[in-house]
């Protein structure tokens, strides 16, 4: 028998704010800030933010850094009835993670339109291939989210344009 989820739009707000205060963590360390939680009953068993750079590790993304962390916390590969809160549409490495580890239902805040699978660049979730079905919400404090994204890149850009104004021809 199934069991019947209910949604409290709250709670999915209060976990979005702690999945974008660690967004803001990882944009502290250079990192595109991206961060989530990942919750079972109610309470946070796992945490991440997007830190690739940092541990030199490509799969590090907030998704799989939060699941990593759950799955160590309970002792457990599977983490069933467990809601994933995540400030970006997940990517397809993500996205399998979250098939094969079981979680029930993945809420993000912004869409990723260069590399989001759950509705930006296809519908992976939905496949029928998939031999477990994950319920998705979007869009969950969307301008938070989205105005985080942006505020980095436009301060990388910054950066990046200034860097290249003090060098000299002599430097290039």
């Given at each position: 028998m199934k069991r019947l989820m209910i949604i409290d739009r709250s709670r999915d707000e209060d976990f979005?704010?702690?999945?974008?205060a660690l967004a803001a963590e990882g944009a502290r360390l250079g990192e595109v800030p991206v961060g989530a939680v990942l919750v079972q009953n109610g309470e946070v068993i796992g945490r991440g933010f997007n830190c690739p750079i940092s541990r030199h590790d490509p799969s590090?993304?907030?998704?799989?850094v939060a699941i990593r962390d759950a799955a160590l916390a309970v002792e457990n590969y599977r983490l069933p009835g467990s809601t994933l809160y995540v400030t970006l549409e997940p990517c397809s490495m993500c996205a399998g993670l979250i098939v094969h580890s079981r979680?029930?239902?993945v809420v993000y805040g912004a869409t990723e339109p260069k590399a989001g699978v759950a509705v930006s660049r296809g519908q992976f979730f939905s496949q029928d291939f998939l031999n477990h079905r994950v319920l998705?919400?979007?869009?969950?404090?969307?301008?938070?989210?989205?105005?985080?994204?942006s505020e980095f890149f436009r301060i990388r850009r910054?950066?990046?344009?200034?860097?290249?104004?003090?060098?000299s021809p002599a430097d290039g």
């Open positions: 979005m704010r702690e999945a974008l590090a993304h907030a998704e799989m979680i029930q239902r998705i919400e979007g869009g969950v404090m969307i301008e938070a989210c989205s105005a985080a994204l910054l950066k990046l344009r200034s860097e290249n104004a003090t060098q």
